[in-house]
């Protein structure tokens, strides 16, 4: 079997514990605190407006967009050590759009999705390596679409097939690039990830032909300078969830999770030198 048709199997069929349920509700808990001052207009933020007028349409994918956008804006939102990104702010939005659409909600099976997307992330992470980051990526956005992806395709209930070409599909589109730091386009780039994997599961489950092989596999090659440890994907899949060990880090600061030891330095040296907080 390929990578992507092993990788299928357990996306849609393992099974998440208890424990990662409740890690599930507290990401979900701590990305509805952070994406709301920006979707209430509570933050000053100009981005949102603009993007309500240019994505007018009120399909999933726009939606997908705009919340993954808010929820990055305020750079509060949390962050994974082996994805080296911030997976809810993909996968929710990605989750959230694509379940308004479905009448029969099951809060069990959102939970599990969201577990499965995290999952996916920290092991995209790890099997990428640094040098996927350090060649110019925006995790976030490059491995947060096939994250978002493999989320929507244990939702949506896709079968084996139908994976395949999702993942294949979200890995052709798969981008976001750390030059755009600085710019409203950094938060964007969650916003356009989980678009992109909306889109990616709309076409597989619609029966659009993609490739069920290699796909994702290239990504990985080309997308790690050929330094990817591919088995990384798979390896102990679930044992622990990624969504429990390292888990999801829920930020004390407004800042990229690099800056909070710097941050938390200084802090305690004031109080040592001031007494005050």
């Known amino acids: ?84 990104g911030h997976p809810s702010v993909v996968i929710l939005p990605a989750l959230l759009a694509w379940a308004a659409e479905n009448d029969a909600f099951d809060a069990a099976r ?47 209930g896709a079968d084996a097939r139908q994976t395949a070409v999702l993942l294949g599909i979200a890995a052709t589109e798969a981008s976001g690039l750390r030059a755009q730091f600085g710019s409203a386009v950094k938060p964007l780039h969650a916003g356009f990830a989980a678009e992109r994997a909306v889109r990616a599961a709309q076409l597989a489950l619609a029966g659009f032909d993609g490739q069920a092989e290699g796909v994702l596999e290239a990504f990985i090659s080309l997308g790690s300078a050929r330094e990817a440890q591919p088995e990384k994907l798979l390896e102990n899949w679930g044992a622990p969830w990624r969504i429990v060990s390292p888990g999801l880090e829920f930020k004390p600061f407004a800042t990229c999770a690099g800056t909070h030891s710097a941050a938390e330095a200084t802090r305690e040296i004031r109080q040592r030198w001031s007494g005050s907080t």
């Open 1 to 84: 079997m390929s990578l992507t048709a092993q990788l299928s199997q357990p996306i849609r069929l393992s099974q998440p514990d208890d424990n990662a349920r409740q890690r599930a509700r507290e990401g979900v808990q701590d990305f509805l605190a952070v994406s709301w001052p920006i979707l209430n207009q509570q933050a000053p933020d100009s981005g949102l407006p603009l993007l309500k007028t240019i994505y007018a349409d009120s399909g999933p994918a726009s939606r997908a967009l705009l919340l993954g956008y808010a929820a990055h804006a305020l750079d509060y939102d949390d962050f994974h050590a082996d994805f080296r």
């Open 110 to 156: 959102f939970l599990d999705a969201c577990i499965i997307g995290v999952e996916m992330a920290g092991r995209l992470g790890l099997a990428m390596t640094q040098s996927h980051y350090t060649l110019g990526y925006h995790n976030t956005a490059s491995l947060g679409t096939l994250a978002a992806a493999a989320a929507l395709a244990r939702f949506s």
